[in-house]
């Protein structure tokens, strides 16, 4: 099947698909199944982490979905405990063995557990792993901006990073840093976890006059933004759906009134705080 997705150009030259599947929270057996779903209806990017515990299922998918592996785009990241030079070389050699390839198409730090105080060796090890071919492209997940500033002193500069991003979520304090160095943004929870975005007025009214879901709506708002969005789904129906959002646009009205959604989230993880 043709794969209708836009890709972006990563610093490292690499295409990464505007849209993939997220895989959090599926088990391995959920995650064998929805990965070899989604590959067969033109999905190519996929998102797993150490730890989902579901890197297993998601390479016995890949293998199930039999397509050519550099038509995929296979995403992990490491836990807290890997943050060192030799532990990113580990973590990226057990994800290897679990999802069983032989390269990653990018590798994250998943949180930067800033108390630890080691990510920036955690992104020295990501360096190495690309030179020595393990890892295609390199990033890091739920950076804020302080942590991507240290980064940026030591003349690291993340090819992605994965925060929380959705209407209701914009991240206007860290998108503009993010384009001012070339880090492609991807946005986990895309819809929200289907709570009360995908009922909000605005959207639901934007969605109406589109012929469009909620959830079409919200995934066509960030990607017309240049975000990467990673929604999970595990149906049929709903996976269809979520890759088929570039067959329509938002009016400048729309992605305006969408962009106005941005809200103080007292729940909302904080990196400086939560981490593993
Ligand atoms: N880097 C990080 O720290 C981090 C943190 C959280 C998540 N993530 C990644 O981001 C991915 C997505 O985030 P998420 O799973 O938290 O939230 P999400 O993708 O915003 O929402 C997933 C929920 O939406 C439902 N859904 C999917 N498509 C829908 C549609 N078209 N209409 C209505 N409902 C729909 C799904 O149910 P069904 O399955 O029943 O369709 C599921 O309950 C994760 O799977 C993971 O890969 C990364």
């Not at 998943?110 to 060796?121: A, D, I, L, T």
């Not at 469009?212 to 999970?232: F, I, Y």
């Not at 129906?237 to 103080?264: A, C, K, V, W």
Request: hydrophobic residues 40%.
């Amino acid at each position: 099947m043709k794969n209708a997705v836009p890709a972006l150009k990563l610093k490292s030259g690499g295409m990464l698909p505007q849209l993939g599947l997220g895989t959090w929270p599926m088990d391995d057996a959920q995650a064998a199944a929805a990965v070899a779903l989604a590959i067969s209806l033109g999905y190519r990017l996929i998102d797993t982490a150490e730890n989902y515990r579901n890197e297993q299922g998601v390479g016995e998918g890949i293998r199930a979905a039999g397509i050519a592996r550099e038509e995929l785009f296979i995403t992990t990241k490491f836990n807290r405990e890997w943050h060192s030079i030799a532990g990113a070389r580990q973590a990226c050699i057990n994800s290897l063995q679990r999802l069983g390839l032989d390269y990653l198409d990018l590798l994250l730090i998943h949180w930067p557990n800033p108390q630890q105080g080691r990510y920036v060796e955690a992104f020295a090890g990501l360096q190495q792993l690309q030179q020595e071919g393990l890892v295609r492209a390199i990033g890091t997940s739920n950076f804020k901006l302080d942590h991507l500033q240290i980064l940026l002193q030591h003349d690291m500069v993340p090819e992605v990073n994965q925060i929380q991003l959705d209407p209701y979520h914009p991240r206007a304090e860290l998108i503009p840093l993010h384009v001012q160095h070339g880090i492609i943004t991807q946005a986990w929870s895309p819809l929200g976890r289907a709570g009360e975005l995908l009922q909000d007025p605005v959207v639901v009214e934007v969605a109406r006059q589109h012929d469009k879901t909620p959830a079409q709506v919200v995934l066509r708002w960030s990607t017309q933004l240049g975000v990467v969005a990673v929604p999970k789904s595990s149906d049929t129906l709903r996976l269809q759906q979520n890759l088929s959002i570039f067959e329509f646009s938002l009016t400048d009205e729309d992605m305006q009134r969408l962009g106005m959604l941005g809200r103080p989230d007292p729940e909302m993880l904080d990196a400086d705080i939560f981490g593993h």
